[in-house]
């Protein structure tokens, strides 16, 4: 059985940091991808940041800069670090097991808008919020 799960979600200031992780268990974590997926309040989902088997990182563009995600194959742990926190990165965090036919032209591709069903396998998530 495939199992997800985040930790490390909490509420901190404008300009701080944090880093996610997420235990996964049930599949063969070394060959798989896996993405970082977030839904703010009142909004839809959006895609973080994905991770190939080889450890090529991918990044939504407005995120690039301030997020960095990586992988530890012998814990089984995918981590998301997010540094200068702001307001708008208040959402909840999901972890999802990812399919490598997303990863092609060295790109990631991502349909918009992410719908639920677009992701066979999620963690239960992790609250982020950033206020003052």
């Known amino acids: 059985e495939v199992r997800l799960v985040e930790s490390g979600g909490g509420l901190v200031q404008p300009g701080e940091s944090l880093k996610l992780s997420c235990a996964a268990s049930?599949?063969?974590?070394?060959?798989?991808?896996l993405s970082w997926l977030r839904q703010a309040p009142g909004k839809g989902l959006e895609w973080v940041s994905a991770i190939y088997s080889d450890a090529t990182t991918y990044y939504a563009y407005s995120l690039k800069d301030r997020f960095t995600i990586s992988r530890d194959n012998a814990k089984n742990i995918v981590y998301l670090q997010m540094d200068s926190l702001q307001p708008e990165d208040t959402a909840k965090y999901y972890c999802?097991?990812?399919?490598?036919?997303?990863?092609?032209?060295?790109?990631?591709?991502?349909?918009?808008?992410?719908?639920?069903?677009?992701?066979?396998?999620w963690g239960q998530g992790t609250q982020v919020t950033v206020s003052s």
């Open positions: 049930g599949f063969t974590f070394s060959t798989s991808a």
């Open positions: 999802v097991l990812d399919d490598h036919s997303r990863f092609y032209l060295g790109a990631y591709h991502v349909r918009s808008p992410v719908v639920r069903e677009d992701y066979d396998y």
